[in-house]
């Protein structure tokens, strides 16, 4: 693991894989010498309820998140398949036109609506990766994609040093075989990922392959989340709903971006009462070849017990998936947290996933005004011509949708 230095003056002493040693300490020192606010900040819930809030030590009991393709299923998408290589166009023309589903696209409706207004995630099994090229598995991924949620957002800005919408993003340990100042963030190594959100509104994954040990898929409902710090710890309500200074890893490296990490949305016409929660943990701690600028404000010691608390809080009541090769995991990003255990890879079983950043109009949820910036960057004015849908893992950069 290559080092990542310490950050600004007067950042506090956390890294980005959280050590519960240092978060109880915190949390005592805080609570004997410091005055906490007892209260939620005006307006916020003191309980969020409904299907997106649960516990994953129970949630297997009410609710099946698996989707196992049948064998119509399979042969519907075959021939879609081979209905979009006999039109001769590019990648980015792939719609719910191009790519039908006559029959599968109800159930993936219904699963676009359970990922959005039931219990935020679903897992669609059975893709038999190993009947395809990579093209033609890129292919089916992003035509059954097109179904449960049909916009796509960019993942990187340029390709092969050209301006581009990027598409699709690999997944994969590629610390062995790139400089490791070059990695800014854990998809690119076989380490541990901690809880954290993506950009976007909905997150899909497809396991091309897996590797030989560990690597695990697990999500934690951010209501579950909320419900537990607001009861016991108000304050840190607060503080996640104050301003951060968010690290834009940039060139000059005093570059930074401020806003909360969550946000309120009152009930509103047909809209429920949301909180959304959008944050990366490197994003304050720095990772690998990407450390927190010198330059920015340091994280608070309020904040640092803020992040240790999502990621352990998250980790009590999280759900682990059994992820595996030609598996689909739809996530919504709005409302799931998600991480990932450490893996070891083999020379014949190597982990490798590729990733889409979705959004399903019919179903979207309203975004805060502090938050229409960092979803401009993954939607806005992005053109089919100038889409790209890479094949092999490279890296990308390390400020795509912070």
């Given at each position: ?114 990922i959005h ?32 949620a ?29 400089d ?95 909180l ?72 014949e079983?190597q ?22 910036e ?29």
């Amino acid at each position: 693991m290559a080092a990542t230095t310490a950050g600004p003056v007067g950042q506090p002493d956390i890294a980005y894989t959280p050590r519960y040693e240092n978060y109880k300490a915190r949390t005592t020192h805080r609570i004997q010498t410091e005055k906490l606010v007892q209260s939620l900040p005006e307006g916020f819930p003191a309980k969020l309820d409904s299907d997106l809030v649960w516990d994953g030590n129970n949630l297997a009991e009410s609710y099946d998140w698996n989707y196992h393709l049948t064998p119509a299923d399979l042969a519907e998408i075959d021939e879609a398949l081979k209905h979009f290589k006999s039109l001769g166009k590019p990648l980015g023309e792939i719609s719910q036109e191009t790519f039908p589903l006559p029959n599968l696209h109800a159930t993936l409706r219904e699963i676009s609506r359970e990922i959005h207004n039931g219990h935020g995630f679903k897992v669609v099994r059975g893709i038999p990766v190993g009947q395809y090229t990579r093209e033609e598995n890129i292919t089916i991924y992003v035509g059954v994609s097109s179904h449960v949620a049909p916009i796509r957002g960019r993942q990187g800005k340029t390709w092969q040093g050209k301006p581009a919408d990027v598409i699709v993003a690999h997944i994969k340990d590629l610390s062995s075989t790139v400089d490791a100042k070059d990695i800014g963030a854990p998809v690119y190594t076989a380490e541990k990922q901690v809880f954290h959100t993506d950009s976007g509104d909905v997150i899909g994954l497809f396991a091309l392959s897996e590797s030989e040990e560990g690597g695990e898929s697990y999500l934690a409902s951010a209501g579950k989340v909320y419900n537990e710090l607001a009861a016991s710890r108000p304050d840190l309500i607060h503080t996640l709903s104050d301003d951060w200074a968010f690290d834009d890893f940039s060139k000059d490296g005093d570059a930074y971006l401020s806003r909360p990490l969550l946000y309120h949305q009152p009930a509103k016409d047909d809209s429920p009462e949301r909180l959304i929660v959008q944050y990366a943990r490197r994003n304050f701690t720095g990772y690998w070849g990407y450390p927190r600028s010198a330059n920015i404000p340091p994280i608070t010691e309020a904040q640092a017990e803020a992040l240790d608390a999502l990621h352990f809080t998250s980790e009590k009541y999280a759900v682990a998936l059994d992820f595996h090769k030609g598996d689909i995991q739809y996530a919504n990003n709005l409302s799931i947290f998600h991480a990932r255990g450490g893996f070891r890879d083999s020379k014949e079983k190597q982990r490798h996933l590729i990733r889409l950043w979705l959004r399903d109009p019919e179903f979207e949820w309203e975004k805060h005004e502090a938050l229409k910036e960092r979803f401009g960057r993954v939607y806005a004015d992005l053109k089919t011509e100038s889409s790209v849908f890479p094949f092999e893992a490279t890296i990308r950069g390390a400020n795509v949708g912070t």
